[in-house]
């Protein structure tokens, strides 16, 4: 899992992103929903996405990164049910959060890598 040199700046971004997911995910709810219909799912699509593009930036350990949000999807809506009392689980959420790692996968396999796996950015 080698963050290569240039690149250590994709992995701090990859932790501000985790970051925003946990806040995201484990704050307790504050009620309302004043949002659009469809919005809470694209916000579990993006904070589960954004992690794995900012480690396919930062290098090869982007799969990793991928597996760990596999298992916190469900994880973080069997928490959310059980720890917060203002939250719920919902199996459609977590529908969302692996459709927003999958695409970012997707995304990430898809740009050039070097001969170590490693994506290649501009000009690093």
Do not use: N
């Amino acid at each position: 899992m080698q963050i290569r040199r240039g690149h250590r700046a994709w992995a701090v971004v990859c932790a501000l992103f985790v970051g925003v997911q946990l806040f995201v995910l484990y704050t307790p709810s504050p009620g309302g929903g004043g949002a659009p219909p469809g919005t809470d799912k694209i916000v579990h699509a993006v904070v589960f996405a954004l992690p794995v593009l900012a480690a396919g930036a930062a290098g090869a350990w982007w799969r990793w990164m991928a597996w760990a949000m596999v298992v916190h999807a469900p994880v973080s809506e069997i928490a959310q049910h059980v720890l917060l009392p203002t939250r719920s689980g919902d199996v459609w959420d977590v529908a969302a959060d692996l459709t927003g790692v999958v695409a970012a996968a997707w995304l990430v396999r898809r740009r050039p890598s070097d001969d170590t796996g490693h994506v290649v950015t501009g000009g690093h």
